[in-house]
């Protein structure tokens, strides 16, 4: 195996472009420039340019890179987690962003006959096929807002979130929808004492994100209960 050299000894580059060409001050100029115009063109520039870019570097760089981006994958890996955000009633929540199959328009909720109740709403058409209806806010009492948007006068139309775990899809309409965010594990804060029963019960934490308190779910006691009475 041949001797590794040091890389300023290996790359040894006649900069004539900065002596003779269009970057040189000097009263002598190359005299391709006649046929190439500008350095740019010329074959020597380009194969320098080649040179540079397939030099190599040094065993210290490249030790040096090999463990910056090894931290950062191991960061954002580890440390780094995604829920998507929405509003029911008053209450800003958020869930594991993998639950969410997709966003839709909120359509008509065909009741079925002693069958609805606080939790389950009924039925909703979801490209062409039925699917349940649940109500979140019914599970964690949570009431309808009088006025769900104080910051805008724009009236902003519900949503039905189709959602899934351990092959069970159920919809639930929300009042307004963020998105999806991540998040570090050490931006959840514990649940304020003055937060009790089903809220207590169903919220793992809250994370303050722009100004708003949101109660971060506990996706599978939750659908365990939004699905408890599905066959």
Known sequence: MPEERPADE??????????LGVWSRAAERCPELTRFVHCRNCPTYSAAGRRMLNRPSTPEYRLEWTKVLAEKQKREHADTKSAFIFRAGSEWLGLASLL????VDMGIIHTLPHMSNHILRGVVNIRGKLEVCVSIGGVLGIERAENPSAQSTLEIPERLIVAIQEGKVVT??????????RYRPDMVKDLPVTVSGAKAYYTRGILCLDGRDIGLLKDKPLFRTLTKDLA
């Not at 290996?10 to 002596?19: A, E, G, H, P, S």
């Not at 969410?100 to 966003?103: L, Y």
């Open 10 to 19: 290996i790359l040894q580059i006649d900069d004539c472009w900065n002596r």
């Open 172 to 181: 639930f309409p929300v009042s307004e929808v963020m998105g999806v965010i």
């Open 100 to 103: 969410i199959r997709e966003v």
